[in-house]
């Protein structure tokens, strides 16, 4: 008897209410798996724009300007780059938030999101 009842709540499906999102709960994976993957899209698209950038200062005549630049930049993601794989995720997003938009936008959307996601369940909790 205890054995029917039992397959029979096991048919019943949890629902949330609707309009109540703040019951879910998302689990964000932090491990060491998932920050290294993170790391690694970021690297590559490191790489991209770095790349992309030196057509803008290695020309005929190197700009020294945006050589600079170029390297402030990338120092600036390297940090957020360090800072995700020493799982200090909240803070490479808020270091990320604070710099200029076109270095932002270097950041994998994928990346991104996590680190948002991240961000959000620290504050929440």
Known sequence: MLSR????????????????????????????????????????????????????????????????MTCSDTEDLICCHNLIKDNEVSLAFESASNLDTAVRDVFPTEVWNWMSNVW?????A
């Open 5 to 68: 009842k039992l397959k029979k709540n096991t048919r019943n499906k949890l629902a949330v209410p609707p309009k109540r999102a703040d019951n879910i709960r998302m689990i964000i994976k932090t491990d060491k798996e998932t920050r290294d993957r993170m790391c690694w899209l970021l690297r590559m698209e490191i790489g991209k724009n770095v790349k992309a950038a030196s057509k803008s200062w290695l020309t005929e005549k190197i700009d020294r300007e945006m050589w600079d």
């Open 120 to 124: 959000a369940g620290n504050k929440v």
